[in-house]
């Protein structure tokens, strides 16, 4: 596919110039019943980086987003950009002692924000001295300026500063939960941002006619596709609010009534619509991708998905948020699973990748290794974080000096036959128990293939012993009349004895992370390693 | 109706949010919820939180929520849950 009008872009705001000048009516997101066209996208980010000159942002400096979803996230993503700054979101709901240190960590001194965040705005405005000015607010005397909505809209919209940036400037800094419980902030850069997009509207053959659900948060690196590659194209965005997000019923009616054409999730979403969704009193023919990434999907509801929509392609969409995205895999309609989980892919375009085992040498094909990532879309690195960069990358050298710089993914992957990569688990999810290696991945699918069992995860849990013995939690469907006894014994038929969890933990729900994933390790501290009563 | 079940009609979107406090949010006493607050923006309930204040206002309040009506309209603050559970039984 060709894209002659993109030809020329290189910062990622330059999109929304693009379009508000060729189609500037045609709208750029929604959120409710409102609407926002590129034309008046392009104004209100313009009257934005017109407000940042004035609090004397630089280009380079960091400026936060800490709203709930509505089209005030797209105006603070373009206004930021326009200004040459770089945006931080923040997850609206995250704890006051979590955004004092990301302000301080990445020394954030204006903030986007709403008024039902400012007691915690408050708080930790005190703890980090550094934050002068909130927009979004009134001015109510506190330790930092407040500028409204409508002081923004009163601002001359000047086009025409000049902004010294170039591709290989930061765009974004994304922070993600440390390993070791500190943030982590990701920085990427205009290009690495753009050639995501750019990808990104190739393997999915986006056009200004597609209407994207736009479900992940803006914290949440998934958003990037709304954000940034729906832009490119001159697409439509239908940012989907929080609550929507929910409650199922209420989800389907969105999708139909917006005549969505591309969906971008995490599995859970899509199961709890299949779930609860009653998608069969829905008119769901408008969708024509439905893309889910994050973590694996489980077979047996992927399979029922795909009855269901059946006007609609599915495709996995791989890639830590290190490197936005690195490899896709299009589901064939007609293709016949097993249990088998649905591969990761090939790599998509401007992309190189290796499997190597523990030497970081290449591994036979169909063997097993960690995934090595290279790519124009990869991030520049950990802000701050020096060593912890440096211990994420693999360097390449060759005879010449010249080098190639990989990600470390962490993640295994082995090829198959015809090339497609298989997702093997975390590196970190693979444990040994009594000197067996045991994929918790695949008690996990064990558990999955039982009837009744609506989620599933396992975990390791730290013995006396030194050795790591493997436990289980299970949501079980309405009505299912199934006890940890009798799961065992199902799952004993797909398991060797040393990989059976020592304990099948009933649930109601389980923890879980802001993007809706398994919180393994929240399951594991809470209730791994207590002692059985029965 | 019984009279027990009419006794605990009374002031249903306090019943509500005492219900999240102490079953959802695991006897969570310090937060304060109030009834037009979004439960669902909020993140005080999740979609497994959804279909646990299905079994409660069927436990509570004898009213029983068919799939159609677990919508955000009914489900998004305390207040709107109460009148819905007020009009089912009226």
């Not at chain 1, 979004?136 to 330790?143: A, K, P």
């Not at chain 1, 293939?449 to 069992?453: A, E, T």
């Not at chain 1, 802001?514 to 398994?518: A, F, Q, R, T």
């Given at each position: 596919m060709n894209y002659p009008p993109y030809k020329?872009?290189?910062?990622?705001?330059q999109t929304i110039a693009l379009h508000a000048e060729r189609?500037?009516?045609?709208?750029?997101f929604r959120f409710q019943d409102e609407s926002i066209s590129y034309a008046g996208l392009y104004e209100q980010a313009s009257r934005l980086s017109s407000v940042l000159y004035q609090l004397n942002?630089?280009?380079g400096d960091r400026v936060g987003i800490f709203v709930f979803k509505s089209l005030h996230t797209a105006i603070s993503v373009y206004g930021i950009l326009s200004a040459g700054a770089v945006y931080v979101p923040l997850d609206?709901?995250?704890p006051e002692s979590r955004l004092t240190r990301i302000i301080c960590d990445c020394n954030l001194e204006v903030i986007i924000s709403e008024r039902s965040r400012l007691p915690i705005l408050r708080k930790a405005a005190a703890n980090a001295r550094r934050l002068r000015a909130v927009i979004?607010?009134?001015?109510?005397?506190?330790?930092f300026e407040g500028i409204t909505w409508s002081d923004v809209s009163s601002q001359p919209a000047s086009h025409t500063r000049p902004v010294s940036v170039?591709?290989?400037?930061?765009a974004y800094i994304m922070y993600t939960s440390g390993s070791t419980g500190v943030p982590k902030g990701l920085m990427h850069t205009h290009k690495s941002g753009l050639s995501y997009a750019k990808q990104s509207a190739h393997t999915y053959g986006l056009s200004p006619s597609d209407r994207l659900g736009n479900?992940?948060?803006?914290?949440?690196?998934?958003s990037t596709m709304e954000y940034l590659a729906a832009p490119l194209v001159g697409a439509t965005t239908i940012i989907v609010p929080e609550d929507h997000t929910k409650i199922p019923v209420s989800l389907a009616q969105l999708i139909e009534n917006e005549k969505l054409t591309i969906w971008y999730s995490v599995p859970f979403a899509l199961i709890q619509l299949l779930l609860h969704?009653?998608?069969?009193?829905?008119?769901?023919?408008?969708?024509?991708w439905i893309i889910y990434g994050g973590e694996p999907f489980p077979t047996k509801y992927l399979k029922e998905l795909m009855v269901l929509f059946s006007n609609a392609r599915f495709s996995n969409s791989y890639g830590p948020a290190e490197v936005n995205q690195c490899t896709f895999y299009h589901i064939p309609a007609t293709e016949n699973y097993s249990d088998d989980s649905v591969p990761i892919g090939k790599p998509w375009g401007n992309t190189q990748v290796l499997v190597v085992d523990e030497q970081d040498n290449t591994v036979a094909p169909g063997e097993t290794g960690e995934l090595l990532v290279r790519s124009?879309?990869?991030?520049?690195?950990y802000w701050g974080q020096q060593e912890m960069t440096a211990r994420s990358v693999f360097i390449d050298c060759d005879k010449y000096g010249v080098e190639k710089k990989f990600y470390r993914t962490g993640d295994l992957v082995c090829a198959r036959p015809d090339g497609e990569l298989l997702f093997m688990g975390r590196k970190d999810r693979q444990i040994k128990s009594r000197g067996y290696r045991i994929e918790l991945d695949e008690i996990e699918s064990a558990l999955y293939?039982?009837?009744?069992?609506q989620e599933a995860a396992a975990y390791g849990v730290d013995g006396t012993d030194g050795s790591q013995s493997i436990e289980s939690a299970v949501i079980l469907k309405n009505g299912a009349n199934l006890n940890s006894s009798t799961l065992k014994k199902l799952i004993s038929a797909h398991l060797p004895t040393y990989a059976l969890p020592q304990r099948i933990t009933i649930m109601s729900e389980f923890p879980r992370t802001?993007?809706?994933?398994?919180d393994r390790l929240a399951l594991a501290r809470s209730i791994g390693g207590q002692k059985q009563t029965a | 109706m019984s009279n027990e079940k009419s006794l605990s009609m009374e002031n249903p979107a306090l019943k509500i949010i005492e219900f999240i406090k102490q079953e959802i949010l695991d006897n969570d006493v310090d937060i304060d919820i109030g009834e037009k607050d979004n439960l669902l923006q909020l993140n005080l309930i999740d979609s497994l939180g959804v279909m646990r204040m299905v079994d409660f206002v069927k436990r509570e309040f004898d009213v029983i929520i068919p799939?159609?009506?677990?919508t955000i309209e009914h489900f998004r603050t305390a207040d709107l849950l109460c009148r819905y559970v007020l009009a089912k039984r009226a």
């Open positions: 020329d872009i290189y910062l990622l705001h189609d500037p009516d045609a709208t750029a942002i630089q280009p609206p709901l995250m979004g607010v009134e001015n109510s005397g506190d330790e170039v591709e290989e400037d930061l479900h992940a948060p803006l914290h949440f690196d998934m969704g009653l998608l069969h009193e829905r008119n769901l023919s408008s969708l024509r124009p879309t990869m991030m520049l690195g293939r039982c009837d009744g069992v802001g993007s809706n994933k398994i | 799939p159609e009506d677990i």
